[in-house]
């Protein structure tokens, strides 16, 4: 196995909060068994980005991609993670790290979520 998939997102105090982010990275896993999916957060949660990458390439992962679980590009994703992975990068020269777009900005993503708006609305349950 040479590919993963970081899903990193900001993380909060509650432990539950995690809870979509881990069924997110297994729902990868059972899509795409050859891929490994790894959760890691900004703050708050483990582990962090350097620790999922560093896991990742001791287990012979050879390129990663970085996907923000974040609604938009913010300060943090136009600052803070595109030095992180470019540190990651630099300390794993072999290792070709891809920081993808933060996941609500795209299109399918946004569709999603307004089909499950629109349902929530005609349940009548939000």
Known sequence: MTEAIVLFAHG???PEWAGPVRRLAALLESRAPAVRARPAFLEFMTPDLDAAVD??????????LV???FLAQGGHLKRDVPQ???AAARRHPDCSLILAKAVGEDDRVLA????F???ELAAGDG
């Open 12 to 14: 909060a105090r509650d």
């Open 55 to 64: 896991e990742l390439v001791a287990e012979g992962v050879r390129r990663i």
């Open 112 to 115: 999603a979520m307004g089909e």
């Open 84 to 86: 992180q992975v470019a």
């Open 117 to 119: 708006a629109l349902t």
């Open 67 to 69: 996907v923000p679980v």
